[in-house]
């Protein structure tokens, strides 16, 4: 079944490779993504409300120092 022509045999063999490798790819990047779900995710929305309610403190203090001028 081979055309003879070596770009198309040369196609042929990259979708075979890539196609074997896509399986692997997917399971990685479902990984990366449940990683990222179940660990960063959660740290982020924490040091995130940390902040805020640091910056609200602060915020207080600065009207309470405002209205004493």
Do not use: T, W
């Amino acid at each position: 079944m081979s055309s003879g022509n070596p770009f198309e045999e040369f196609g042929r063999k990259v979708d075979q490779h890539i196609g074997s490798a896509a399986p692997r790819v997917e399971e990685e990047v479902r990984k990366v993504i449940d990683y990222l779900n179940d660990e960063v995710v959660p740290k982020v929305r924490q040091n995130s409300s940390e902040a805020l309610r640091i910056a609200a403190d602060q915020l207080c203090k600065l009207a309470d120092y405002l209205e004493r001028k």
